[in-house]
């Protein structure tokens, strides 16, 4: 696989961005010692704040509320709880968090003058008096309020107010779910005063209802008796008015009124009229027919109500016998027999009766028609009259039932306000509570604030999480460069290898020789990787020319060219040059003279390589130093001189390790990498800020040379990330002092 689709393969991985916990963990356990000692200082400053808070203690009364007062008369209307309504409770429960139950509670505790409810805070008025009093003296600009002394009494009753205020704080009131019970729960600083306001909060709520309902009744009373006053004057004038009415009238006060008489009167003559109007017709009918027979006693005879009539038939009976008798003796005797004679005298007696009997009786129907028609109209007259009196009598009514109305009215209202008056004042002595204290507060034992174990808890939590959070902040604000995946993700490049940090005197450089000491065998492992990572890079090519920069200086470019220098050395040639021609180091790290000729003196062909070349007997490698130290470093090493010595090099050496100054500072290493194969950069771990190190990436890109890679310098493995992946692993290959 080529070099260029490593890249695109790498690039790609890189894209595919992942919760990294390892990362995190990292990142803690390098915190951890912080977060820690933030979190014990910060629960020590709380244990003490807290350890010197004043305990607060809780009891709870219980007051059970009667849904149903007792209903011991039935004058509900002069004091009666809607107690159906849904909301009873909550009123109740509004009521006894009110202002005047706490009034009451305080006046009956005494609490306004309690040092235990409500202590003395002298020293700290004085402290704002004296403060005010600076204030003013040094601020004339600041006008002064108008100073007011309060009197004796204005102070108690401010002081009781306060009192109240604090009461009203420190009282709690629940309603137990589906039940009538209400919870009463007072805080204070003293477990036996928490319980006592907790009582005594419920019975002031019972003693405010009986009091509210003795007022009431009351006010009930009173009201009452001046109502009967008014309503007894009213009674006495409406019954003097319906007396006075009766005695100017001529009345009799009966059961049915005045006008009952009349109105019977009336309907008496109303139907003997109408009596006498029907006989009268049927006279009349009678009367009518005998007139148009006129003295016809044959046609008379025939009418119904002459032959129906009694006397008629009787009559009749005894001429059918009188002519049964002759016409039985007229076939046996004649005409002249005394027999016939005496029984013809006889039929004619019996019809003169006869007649004599009609005529009476069409006598009597006339009498008894004109009798019938003078009954009609004195009836007429009689109703007539009746009429008209019973219309007065009317009037005369009406205006007595709305006197008698008047008294009746006056008497219910006069009886009710009475039986009203007298049931209130029997009430007046039965006082009946809507509530009673179900549970009285007990003295309660152990505080229930502050849970100091609680708050200390919650303080190292709170310390630690916030610990934690401002690690990981601090971690993200980091601008510097601590792992692989900075490398690879903030700078985009590869990962080389990374250099442990060797703990070293203050002011002292690292031991020269540490990569061939087996006490730092993770010192000399991370060097031997590094040059694995390099010589598989560079595979393709015979003998190369490394150089190694950083972006400034202190990050250990050198350290890092020495020992590469010595790696390489272990498997071929190898020389190392001091190409940092401003501040040159290598030379003094291998205790070679200042007088040395080097690199410039080479460059300006003032020495021979033979005379310049210093060779270090233990680790193998040939070295080239600064040299003189000339005015134009930069035009020496841009020069063709560099360029050909570094071919010649080349040819001589496997490796040859070139060692210049920080991009930062100057661009000599921008113009020898033109001369070399391979650019390694060298970055301090979390030191170096991502800006600048970039920034001396992007010079080498702009003359048109690409970085092979970076070498993460000075790694601390124990806090560092990486050490789970590369410094927990040299002493599993046996890379130790031994």
């Known amino acids: 696989m080529s070099l260029k689709m490593k890249d695109s393969l790498q690039a790609n991985i890189l894209d595919d961005e992942t919760i990294d916990f390892a990362h995190y963990w990292q990142v803690f356990k390098?915190?951890?010692?912080?977060?820690?000692?933030?979190?014990?200082?910060?629960?020590?400053?709380?244990?003490?704040?807290?350890?010197?808070?004043?305990?607060?203690y809780s009891a709870t009364a219980s007051l059970l509320i009667e849904s149903q007062?007792?209903?011991?008369?039935?004058?509900?209307e002069v004091y009666k709880s809607d107690t159906t309504r849904k909301d009873y409770m909550r009123t109740q429960y509004q009521i006894i968090q009110s202002r005047q139950v706490a009034a009451r509670a305080v006046d009956e505790l005494d609490l306004a003058n309690d040092p235990v409810f409500m202590p003395p805070s002298d020293g700290e008025i004085s402290l704002i008096k004296e403060a005010k009093a600076w204030l003013f003296a040094n601020l004339p600009f600041i006008e002064k309020a108008p100073k007011t002394e309060l009197t004796e009494s204005e102070r108690e009753e401010k002081r009781r107010q306060a009192a109240i205020n604090k009461l009203m704080k420190s009282i709690n009131v629940s309603l137990?779910?589906?039940?009538?019970?209400?919870?009463?729960?007072?805080?204070?600083?003293?477990?036996?005063?928490?319980a006592a306001i907790a009582t005594t909060m419920g019975d002031v709520y019972v003693e405010n209802y009986l009091q509210a309902k003795v007022e009431m009744t009351t006010k009930a009373t009173s009201f009452l008796t001046e109502s009967m006053e008014g309503l007894r004057d009213k009674l006495t004038s409406a019954e003097k008015d319906l007396s006075d009415f009766y005695e100017k009238n001529q009345l009799v006060n009966l059961t049915n009124g005045v006008v009952g008489l009349a109105a019977e009167e009336l309907e008496q003559l109303s139907n003997q009229l109408l009596k006498a109007e029907t006989t009268l017709k049927q006279n009349r009918t009678i009367y009518e027919q005998t007139?148009?027979?006129?003295?016809?006693?044959?046609?008379?005879?025939?009418l119904p109500e002459v032959l129906n009539h009694p006397n008629i038939q009787s009559v009749r009976r005894q001429e059918a016998e009188a002519m049964s008798r002759v016409s039985e003796l007229s076939k046996v005797f004649g005409p002249k027999h005394p027999q016939m004679v005496a029984a013809n005298a006889e039929l004619d007696s019996v019809r003169d009766t006869l007649q004599t009997q009609i005529r009476d009786l069409i006598s009597s129907i006339t009498t008894q028609y004109r009798a019938s028609q003078e009954r009609v109209v004195t009836l007429q007259e009689e109703v007539a009259e009746a009429k008209s009196e019973y219309r007065q009598l009317s009037n005369l009514e009406n205006t007595r039932r709305a006197l008698q109305r008047e008294v009746d009215i006056n008497q219910q209202l006069y009886n009710s306000m009475f039986t009203r008056l007298k049931e209130t004042s029997e009430m007046g002595g039965f006082e009946s509570a809507n509530a009673r204290v179900l549970d009285p507060a007990p003295v309660p034992n152990n505080p229930t604030a502050p849970n100091k174990t609680l708050l200390i808890v919650a303080a190292f939590i709170a310390s630690f999480g916030f610990g934690v959070l401002l690690a990981f902040v601090l971690e993200a604000m980091n601008s510097g460069v601590r792992s692989v995946d900075d490398v690879e993700k903030k700078l985009g490049q590869r990962m080389l290898g990374l250099i442990p940090v060797i703990s070293v005197k203050r002011r002292k450089d690292m031991d020269l020789r540490a990569f061939f000491d087996s006490k730092y065998h993770q010192f000399s492992e991370a060097v031997r990787t590094l040059r694995t990572s390099l010589s598989l890079i560079n595979l393709?090519?015979?003998?190369?020319?490394?150089?190694?920069?950083?972006?400034?200086?202190?990050?250990?470019?050198?350290?890092?060219?020495?020992?590469?220098?010595?790696?390489?050395g272990q498997l071929d040639k190898t020389i190392l040059i001091d190409a940092d021609l401003r501040r040159p180091a290598v030379g003094k790290r291998f205790d070679v003279p200042n007088y040395q000729p080097g690199l410039s003196n080479l460059i300006m062909k003032t020495h021979s390589l033979e005379e310049c070349l210093v060779h270090d007997e233990q680790s193998g490698i040939d070295i080239i130093c600064a040299g003189s130290i000339p005015s134009n470093p930069q035009e020496l090493l841009a020069g063709n001189g560099f360029?050909?010595?570094?071919?010649?090099?080349?040819?001589?050496y496997k490796y040859v390790v070139v060692d210049t100054a920080p991009t930062q500072a100057v661009s000599d290493a921008m113009v020898v990498s033109k001369s070399c194969d391979s650019v390694i950069y060298v970055v301090r771990a979390d030191s170096t800020s991502e800006?600048?190190?970039?920034?001396?990436?992007?010079?080498f890109l702009q003359v048109g040379h690409r970085v092979d890679g970076v070498v993460l310098n000075q790694v601390d493995l124990k806090k560092s990330d990486v050490s789970e992946r590369y410094g927990g692993f040299y002493d599993q290959y046996g890379y130790n002092a031994n």
């Open 176 to 194: 137990v779910e589906n039940t009538q019970v209400i919870n009463i729960t007072a805080t204070s600083d003293s477990p036996r005063l928490a």
């Open 291 to 302: 007139q148009r027979n006129g003295a016809d006693y044959s046609a008379l005879a025939r």
């Open 691 to 699: 800006k600048m190190i970039k920034n001396g990436l992007g010079r």
């Open 30 to 56: 390098r915190y951890f010692g912080r977060i820690i000692t933030l979190a014990i200082v910060f629960t020590a400053l709380v244990a003490i704040v807290v350890m010197k808070m004043t305990p607060i």
């Open 69 to 76: 007062p007792a209903n011991v008369m039935s004058i509900e």
């Open 540 to 568: 393709e090519k015979q003998n190369q020319a490394i150089l190694v920069t950083s972006s400034v200086p202190k990050e250990g470019k050198t350290t890092v060219s020495i020992n590469l220098s010595f790696a390489l």
């Open 643 to 652: 360029k050909a010595l570094i071919n010649y090099l080349k040819k001589t």
